[in-house]
């Protein structure tokens, strides 16, 4: 059990147990029996400050209420094939329930009210259907929860709600808002292919154990501003149908996002990836954001599609940083950022202008076989080593004394050359076709360099003759 649960229910049991003088007035202690028949009457349940006492499950519900009040002793409860029925408003609050709790299959026609309540033992409602609001905010729920494919047809409201143990949602339909906000998962816990028709929101939300949302549907926005992922965390195939923010938020562990949908806008400004992070074949409709993000672990792009702007300013890559063969239909925008390890862009698309002013390339940038429809910018680069081998751009406002290593290919060189002359950079060209020469030549059996120097000589029109006459 974890420290802060663990001090909390030993408060809290305290509290129950402490003499009338301590506390002035003991609490009431209700009957699980008691509960479940006003259940079954239709009566609506109200308490404050009880403690539950007993089991509170299901199946009693098709029994009658003198049967139920005689459980344990007289009666044997059979399974019921079709969803038991609730028909009372059920609101308990500042409560303990010490027995099971158990809800399988349940209709609630009216609303179901668990704040700030102790589930002291496993508590269950999968596969039930709340019709109106249903709300668990401040509870605390000692063991295992489970609401496993379950519907919520009004609003969902798991506000500050602490998980204990390990938690289930998976296959969970959320009709209207959907509140996590500020809950602790303290333990796993699964959205998997969970549905969310609105809002959902896990702002401020801690996930201390991994998080599971592969295949989830997100209808409407989806908030996950300054959560916490402690373990591995998974979002594969999930569909954000509308706008999602991700913005600081702390992915601590292995963060998935490979083959996920963005079809409005998605933010993760200032995000904080600590483990490795990967959004290989995402797809991004609309515009994409990162900017000031961290990615200390390397990250993972790979053949990704970015609808429209693609804004990675400010983003720091610790590690390799691989966008290989992703398509960059608007603007894509990498000014300012920092690239520790190698950046792999090689057989991407740019339809859009690019972005890559002021950045800094550490140790290499593969742009082998990309292309560029729109102006490259390279203004104030800082580059060690650049792979330019079949890349094709029109405009590339990269200066030479910014590349210490241009990778050595003849239609690269001559295609920098050809860009130096129609930006009318004299400079820029006549030192990269020095370079260009020099390379060539300590690439040449020592026999060969007159005539390979002459054979070249057309190529490399226009540059300085010093250029030559200091390599024969």
Known sequence: MNILPAIILFVLILLFAAPNAALGESPSIVSAEEVMVKIRLGLPVEYDKVAIKGNLTSDKLGLTAKQILRIPFEVKMSASDGPMQANSSIVIKNSIIYGRVDFYNTLFHKPVIFENTFFIENASFENSTFEEDASFAHSMFMKTA?????????????????????????????????DFSHARFYSDVRFSSSQFASDADFGGTDFRGRANFIGSLFGRAAIFNRTTFEKETSFEKANFAGSVQFLRPFFNSTADFISTQFTEDAFFNEAQFKGPASFAGARFSDLAEFKDSHFPAGV?????????????????????ADFKASNFLGFADFCGSNFACEADFGNCGFRGPADFSRSTFSEKINLHDAQFRKNVHFESSKINKINLTRARYEWLFLKWDSINHLEFDDGAYQTLIDNYKKLQWQTDSS????????????????????????GIRSIVQGANSSSFSSLI
């Open 300 to 320: 993972e792009f790979k053949e990704s599609d970015f609808g429209i702007d693609a804004t990675f300013c400010n983003t720091s890559f610790g590690q390799r």
């Open 146 to 178: 489970s609401f496993a494919g379950s519907r919520f047809s009004d609003k969902a409201n798991f506000l500050q709600t602490y998980f204990n143990g390990s938690s289930s949602f998976t296959g969970t339909q959320f009709s209207k808002i959907a």
């Open 431 to 454: 030192d990269c076709s020095s370079t260009y020469l020099k390379a060539i030549v300590q690439a040449a059996p020592n026999d060969s360099h007159l005539w390979i120097i002459d």
